[in-house]
């Protein structure tokens, strides 16, 4: 599985950014899909997750309520909707697929495929 991310860019704290990724190759919809993000100086961390069809989500503390993640199967896509973006915010953001787990994990070694990243910047 090939993973494309994009969408990304540089907005002011209180704006809204969607971000997509696109998946080719393999079978998509077997994947449980996550998003992670890593700031300048800090481990990457597990920001949302979605599970293979759709119908459980995982949320950080930190962007639940605000972050909203989706995933078109039949589109080979999975997507998070970003809003009231803080400073805090302001990461790499990476979409992962998970072939195997049963449920959201935040280890990234669980993740076989990774996207290339794309580059959120909240400025205040």
């Known amino acids: 599985v090939q993973l494309q991310a994009s969408g990304g860019g540089l907005v002011q704290a209180g704006d809204s950014l969607r971000l997509s990724c696109a998946a080719s190759?393999?079978?998509?919809?077997?994947?449980?899909m996550s998003w992670f993000r890593q700031a300048p100086g800090k481990e990457r961390e597990l920001v949302s997750g979605?599970?293979?069809?759709?119908?459980?989500?995982y949320y950080a503390a930190s962007v639940k309520g605000r972050f909203t993640i989706s995933r078109d199967n039949a589109k080979n896509t999975v997507y998070l909707q970003m809003n009231s973006l803080k400073p805090e915010d302001t990461a790499v953001y990476y979409c992962?697929?998970?072939?195997?787990?049963?449920?959201?994990?935040?280890?990234?070694?669980?993740?076989?495929?990774w996207g290339q990243g794309t580059q959120v910047t909240v400025s205040s």
């Open positions: 190759g393999g079978t998509f919809s077997r994947n449980i």
């Open positions: 979605i599970s293979r069809g759709g119908g459980a989500t």
């Open positions: 992962a697929a998970d072939p195997q787990s049963a449920t959201f994990t935040s280890k990234s070694a669980s993740y076989d495929y």
